[in-house]
């Protein structure tokens, strides 16, 4: 295998060398970006031995490498760092269960501290906990409620490091009628409280129904399941509503839309998800991700529909040999999880994509784009699945799944494609997060203790030398706001195409996602930015809009509702004359809330 060289910006450079490269036992870097892939890519191809001793690995090791080192197709940074490493776990996504009882609690506790130290992140439904003050018939006490077993978890992660690669992720749901719900919704309204958690209300469809005639509905004790109280659904709508404006939390998932999708209900109903809410998942089970890089899927202004094809055959058979290799981390996880060969296909540099078809974000044009788009994905992916299980045998769970029920006589993985917010790896690729639109053309980034880069969108930046109207100082003042639509100097029609996240009514964000969500599986990341003048009416109308376009969740945030945001407008210096600027950390890419994962 000839192992080509990688081309890298500097901050990806140094996200590498920061997070994913080897290092010696005295911190001292030991491989290069070529060979972290080589050392993928011969483990991952290792997996075909399992199923034929006699299968020649070279040719795929090779096509594995030349897809990641081309970066046209990258997995999820546990894949990238634990590869043929001592700890192996190559998972991002994991989902634990919490039962009513100190046993299970604590002992889920201790099995989220693994997966942190290993690398992945965590989701958990607190909804079979009983309410707070409820009683305790083992001690005579009261029960202290969900929120305060969240608060245990928090502390966890805050002290457990990752092994110093990646900072804890959890996800906290808590179902709309547990009697604790209105303190779940205002948590996060306290500062720097459970501030490694992003929360998400399980939101049901008698909820929805109740909400639209007006009605009250019940709240349920799950320990009991009696009946504790009814209240106005528009009430605990509208504290949603404004929890989210305030500090950007809860977000939604749909739970009944997410089930009415499990692949496999035959193994248990879908309670939670991954930390970014576009993985649902069954307890204990795990999911490995991967994203395609679309912006390498464009030739001459087109979309190459061929180069594209390749590139899911690719994913969709590392995806799955991924399962294969993993080291897991407790049993009960590789079991449902080779069970239900469940994988998370995606896309990344989507705004990327669209700036060099010239087409805007916000426009039909782009709509239809992602939906041919992601349809030809599923396809193809679905084909790729297909063609697997006949080399490698289905799912063990086929039979009873939504699959077999569809007509398939044989299925490879449970569920294929999601679409995350993809975090550093994008930062890796030099390109948008996920589908979100590009949150800054032009922004300081701090890639070193006082140390700040000047980046500047590579289209963007090759535009304005076409144009002629290049310059650092033109360059600088566009750092001050992010966005070009102010300035008189940019020509109508890059303002028309290079639109930022702010430059872009919620109403499209949510759009997009849901075209996305049509042709996906599994769900969908997508953070709704909105300005920080935007009112509570504007949230109320974007989660409604999310329930009937028929996406599993959204996640929305306003900026400056976090003291620590990832994406500041700062001065940099007392150098500065005053003048703010742009800014964000070394492993921000434009993702979702508070977590770059």
């Not at 060979?35 to 795929?60: G, T």
């Not at 879908?270 to 890089?293: A, K, R």
């Not at 790896?425 to 980034?445: K, V």
């Amino acid at each position: 295998m000839v192992n080509s060289k990688v081309e890298l910006s500097v901050n990806a450079k140094v996200v590498l060398e920061k997070r994913y490269l080897l290092k010696d036992e005295k911190g001292e870097i030991e491989e290069t970006p070529e060979q972290m892939f080589s050392r993928v890519a011969r483990l991952v191809a290792s997996a075909d031995k399992i199923y034929n001793p006699k299968a020649k690995l070279e040719a795929l090791e090779d096509e594995f490498y030349q897809s990641l080192s081309n970066l046209e197709f990258l997995p999820n940074s546990p894949t990238l760092m634990n590869a043929g490493t001592e700890i192996g776990q190559l998972s991002a996504c994991f989902v634990l269960p919490i039962y009513d009882s100190m046993e299970s609690i604590f002992n889920t506790l201790k099995n989220m501290a693994l997966i942190h130290q290993s690398g992945g992140g965590t989701g958990f439904s607190f909804s079979r906990l009983r309410p707070k003050d409820d009683v305790v018939k083992s001690t005579g006490g009261i029960a202290s409620g969900p929120i305060s077993f969240m608060r245990v978890f928090d502390e966890a992660t805050e002290i457990i490091k990752q092994g110093g690669r990646r900072r804890g992720a959890n996800m906290g749901i808590l179902r709309v009628d547990h009697p604790d719900i209105l303190e779940f919704i205002k948590a996060k309204e306290k500062e720097d409280f459970l501030t490694n958690f992003n929360t998400s209300v399980a939101i049901t469809d008698e909820f929805m129904e109740a909400l639209e005639t007006g009605k009250k509905y019940n709240l349920i004790n799950p320990r009991s399941h009696q009946v504790v109280k009814s209240l106005p659904a528009q009430e605990i709508f509208e504290q949603i509503v404004l929890s989210t404006w305030k500090v950007g939390d809860p977000g939604i998932i749909f739970t009944d839309e997410i089930n009415r999708h499990n692949p496999t209900p035959h193994s248990g109903e879908i309670e939670g998800t991954n930390p970014c809410g576009e993985q649902p998942l069954l307890p204990y089970e795990s999911c490995n991700l991967g994203s395609i890089n679309l912006a390498k899927m464009v030739s001459g202004g087109r979309i190459n529909w061929d180069k594209l094809r390749e590139t899911i055959k690719i994913a969709i058979h590392f995806l799955d040999n991924v399962i294969d290799v993993n080291k897991f981390i407790l049993p009960e996880i590789e079991e449902i999880t080779k069970k239900n060969r469940k994988i998370g296909l995606g896309v990344m540099g989507l705004a990327d994509m669209l700036i060099q078809l010239n087409i805007p974000y916000n426009s039909e044009e782009a709509l239809s784009i992602a939906d041919e788009l992601m349809k030809y994905i599923s396809q193809e992916a679905i084909e790729q699945s297909l063609s697997l299980s006949k080399e490698k045998g289905p799912f063990q769970n086929f039979k009873g799944s939504i699959w077999e029920k569809k007509g398939f006589t044989s299925m490879r993985n449970a569920s294929l494609l999601t679409i995350a917010p993809t975090g550093t790896i994008s930062i890796i690729a030099g390109i948008s997060s996920g589908i979100e639109p590009l949150f800054a053309l032009s922004f300081y980034r701090e890639v070193m203790d006082g140390l700040r880069l000047l980046e500047v969108n590579t289209t963007f930046q090759k535009r304005l030398k076409e144009e002629g109207i290049y310059s650092e100082s033109l360059i600088k003042k566009i750092a001050q706001r992010g966005s070009i639509q102010q300035l008189d100097e940019i020509p109508q029609h890059y303002k028309n195409i290079f639109k930022t996240a702010f430059d872009i009514p919620s109403e499209w964000h949510i759009k997009m996602q849901s075209v996305f969500q049509r042709h996906c599986d599994n769900a969908v990341s997508k953070t709704i930015n909105l300005p920080s003048e935007a009112s509570p009416k504007e949230v109320k109308t974007s989660f409604l809009s999310a329930h009937q376009l028929q996406c599993k969740g959204i996640t929305i945030y306003r900026y400056g509702t976090k003291r620590a945001q990832v994406l500041n407008i700062g001065r940099l210096t007392e150098e500065t004359e005053g003048l703010d600027y742009i800014k964000v950390d070394s492993e921000h890419s434009g993702e979702c809330r508070e977590c770059s994962f």
